[in-house]
Every structure is written in structure tokens, then in C-alpha cells.
């Protein structure tokens, strides 16, 4: 019997037919998103797109993804390493019993074929694989590209770039790796350049790129890790968590690169990669708000800090254990005293308790130290204490910009130009793509009044 024609007119089409995301086109190919949407890409997978639609931006349908995967089937095969062999029942329901018997035969003869290369393949592959990992060079700087929101919601984007900043931050607490800051790789967001194009930008051995979907209570996270030089897409995983467990797949995710780039981590780098898993999920969503309201609001800056502030607060009524929260509201506090939306006096009063309360929570809290550092510069004059405090930020964490960033105004006003420039310098190799590195370097010569 021929197969029956679908030729209506998309709007007349069935709706169990059409698949109206991403998501149910990857759950019907039993595939992940990111696998599908290469397909489209590379291989002309049939997706269509509504322009003035108020339901997904995409959609398929389920008979032109059949004749599709029909043609692709042997090239399929080969691309996925998923190569199918049929068994002699399923020979046999084309070709009778004579059929199964004789593929049986050769099966057989294939599987005793198999099993005696399978020595030699396997010893051939490992001594191959010796070979390419030591002419493969050693990975010392990466670049962790916004995570995509796959969620189809776009209210959900403080959530993508959220977790992209948490995972910078924890890797960059590994002392031996260069990772580009959040504001060097923020300008990728939504990029169309290559993977090779962007890293030869941002000066990286490899590239983490990836996907964030929330579903309700659960989260899924995809991750991989690419090769610069080659475009090769040597690691690739999936974490399917509930959103209670996510500071600690954020761990799991970071400690996996590590592993994959052949980073030996301390004690005390492990530490910084698992800091702070127990935040209560409420806290922990309205802090990434807070964050990425203060990073993206537009208009007026009052407006901005105070959305920001009420996040915060948020955050530590609901955990008042969360030491990041009281950092992040601190920050508002003395952004606002600095652009005098609040009176010095009640900035300094209001900053000074809540970076308090988070360096008693998380005294190795390093970006806490550097807004301490800040209050006793900028309101307090205690100036000495104030570069012991800069200082120790970013002892704390070396690989920080803003940690740098923060000393070297502070060497610049007091009058020490060269410490200075030294600096700007350790920023240069640490985020040579940064791009307020120059305006470091001005304002140096700003204060030595060149």
C-alpha cells in the first residue's frame, strides 16, 4: 500500500502532525536540542518557521522528518556511530526463512570476524590515541560562552546567564587556568561567528558552549567542550537536575572540564569549585534576578539598582545564610552612595552591615573582600586597610578582573603609578580580549595627570 499523501497546506495540516518546538522535535527524534538544530543546519533537516505566530518560532512535521530520515539513513549511520544491523528476524519479514537462515550464517561469520580484529583494532586505536594526545597542545585558557535559553521563554534568560557567570566563576578559582571574564565573552551572546572565530578573539584554547532548560521543578543543562584550533567537540554532557540540586550540578559541571582538560585540582581549588552548594532554590533564583537586572537593566540607574536591591533583599529573607546575596546588596548600596542616590553617610551605614554579614558567612568570599576593600577606600579613608583588603581579594581569587580592576584604580589614585601598570598588565594576560583594558591604562596616566 503507498503511503498516504500529505500534500495540505500547512495551516489545514493536523495538529498531532506538527511539532511546535524544539523540545518535541528532539523528544520525537530521541534526540537533544542541540543535536536537532545541527541537523537543520548542516544537513537540511525540513523546519519551518511562523514570523507572526503566537506559538513556538518553529515547528515541523512528522512526515516530512520521516522521508527525511529515510534519505539520511545511511549517512546517519555513519555520522552518529549508530549503525543499525538488521537481526535475521527482521530479514526474515522481507525475505522468508531462507533469507533469515542465510543472514544468520553470515552474522555469524561476521561476529567471529569481529571478535578476532578486535584485538588488533583495539591496540591499533590506543596506540593511535597516544599519539594524538601528545601532539594535541595542553589547554591553559578557555572561554565559557553564554549558555543558551532554550526554555522558550524569554523571562527566563536571567536564568541562562546566571549560571554562565556562576560557571566562569568557578573555574576561575582554578589557579593554573585562564578564564575569560563574563564581560569579555557577554558580547558573544547570540553570535553567528564560528567557534574557531571567536576563539581566536578572545586568545583560548577551548570553548564550553551550552544549553539551560527549565521545565518546572527540573533543569537540564547540556555542555561541551570544543577545541579551538580544530573546531573538535571532544567532551559532551547532559545533567538533568531538580532545581534544588543545581549549585551542585553547576560543581559537577565545572569538575568535569577540569578532569577533561587534565587539570589537577588541590584540595583547596575543589573547595572553591563545590563552595556554597546549600542555598535554598527561592534564594538562589532571586539572587541570579538581582544579578542580572544590575548587569542589564536599561534607562535610569536608580530604577536599575533599586530592582536590583529588592532582588537581594529578597534573596537573604528568604536564606539569610546565602553570603553572595548580602555581597550583591552591599554592591547596591554603595553604587547608589557613589552615584549619591543615597546620602554617603547612610551608604557607608547600610554597605558596611551587609558586606559584614557576608564575609562572617563566606570569609574566603573574594568579591566580598574587594567591595570592603571599596567601603573603607571610598567612605571610610582608611586607607591602609583599604589595599590590604584590594589586596586580599584578589589573593583570594587571581584569575578575577574585577578584582584587578578594583587595585588598580586604587594604586593609580595613591600616587603609585608603576605598581599600577603592573597591574593592567597581569590583566593583559589574563583577558588579553577584556575590553576596558585600555581604559585601566588611561587612567593611570589620568592621575599622573599625563
Not at 549503525?83 to 531462507?98: C, D, F, K, L
Not at 601532539?135 to 565559557?144: C, D, G, T
Request: proline content about 5%.
Amino acid at each position: 500500500m503507498s503511503e498516504p499523501s500529505f500534500e495540505i497546506p500547512p495551516p489545514e495540516r493536523p495538529t498531532e502532525l506538527r511539532l511546535d518546538s524544539w523540545k518535541e522535535i528532539a523528544v520525537y527524534l530521541k534526540r537533544d536540542i542541540t543535536t536537532v538544530q545541527r541537523w537543520e543546519k548542516r544537513e537540511g533537516m525540513p523546519i519551518h518557521r511562523h514570523e507572526h505566530d503566537k506559538r513556538s518560532s518553529v515547528y515541523a512535521l512528522t512526515p516530512e522528518l520521516n522521508a527525511w530520515l529515510r534519505e539520511r539513513r545511511p549517512s546517519a549511520a555513519k555520522d552518529d556511530n549508530q549503525a543499525e544491523i538488521q537481526t535475521p528476524t527482521i530479514v526474515a519479514a522481507h525475505q522468508g526463512w531462507r533469507g533469515a537462515l542465510r543472514a544468520h550464517r553470515w552474522l555469524t561469520l561476521a561476529l567471529a570476524a569481529a571478535a578476532s580484529m578486535s584485538l588488533l583494532a583495539g591496540a591499533y586505536f590506543a596506540h593511535r590515541n597516544r599519539i594524538g594526545n601528545a601532539a594535541r597542545p595542553m589547554i591553559k585558557s578557555l572561554a565559557v560562552l553564554p549558555l543558551k535559553n532554550l526554555s522558550g521563554d524569554p523571562t527566563q534568560e536571567y536564568l541562562a546567564d546566571g549560571m554562565t557567570e556562576d560557571l566562569i566563576g568557578r573555574l576561575s578559582r582554578i589557579r593554573d587556568l585562564r578564564v575569560r571574564s563574563r564581560t569579555s565573552i557577554m558580547r558573544f551572546k547570540n553570535s553567528q561567528f564560528s567557534v574557531p572565530e571567536i576563539a581566536k578573539t578572545l586568545s583560548v584554547d577551548a570553548i564550553v558552549e551550552g544549553s539551560v532548560i527549565r521545565e518546572g521543578s527540573r533543569i537540564r543543562v547540556h555542555a561541551q567542550l570544543i577545541r579551538a584550533i580544530t573546531d573538535e567537540h571532544f567532551w559532551s554532557e547532559t545533567y538533568d537536575r531538580e532545581f534544588e540540586d543545581v549549585l551542585a550540578m553547576q560543581s559537577d559541571v565545572a569538575e568535569a572540564i577540569a578532569e577533561q582538560i587534565q587539570m589537577h585540582l588541590t584540595s583547596e581549588q575543589q573547595a572553591g569549585i563545590h563552595s556554597e552548594l546549600v542555598v535554598k532554590p527561592q534564594a538562589y533564583e532571586a539572587y541570579l534576578k538581582g544579578r542580572f537586572y544590575e548587569e542589564n537593566a536599561t534607562g535610569s540607574t536608580r530604577v536599575a539598582l533599586k530592582q536590583a536591591q529588592s532582588y537581594y533583599e529578597d534573596a537573604v529573607r528568604k536564606d539569610p545564610a546565602f553570603a553572595r546575596a548580602y555581597a550583591g546588596l552591599a554592591d547596591c548600596y554603595l553604587d547608589q552612595g557613589a552615584f549619591r542616590l543615597l546620602p554617603p553617610e547612610e551608604a557607608y551605614r547600610l554597605g558596611s552591615d551587609a558586606i559584614h554579614k557576608a564575609l562572617k558567612l563566606g570569609p574566603a568570599l573574594g568579591e566580598a573582600y574587594g567591595s570592603l576593600g571599596y567601603l573603607d577606600w571610598q567612605f571610610a579613608w582608611d586607607w591602609q586597610t583599604a589595599e590590604k583588603e584590594l589586596r586580599y581579594a584578589v589573593q583570594l581569587n587571581p584569575n578575577s578582573i574585577e578584582g584587578h580592576e578594583s587595585l588598580i584604580w586604587y594604586l593609580a589614585w595613591s600616587g603609585r603609578p608603576k605598581e599600577a601598570l603592573a597591574e593592567v598588565e597581569i590583566m593583559r594576560r589574563l583577558d588579553p580580549a577584556y575590553p576596558f583594558i585600555s581604559l585601566q591604562e588611561s587612567g593611570v596616566y589620568y592621575h599622573q595627570r599625563k
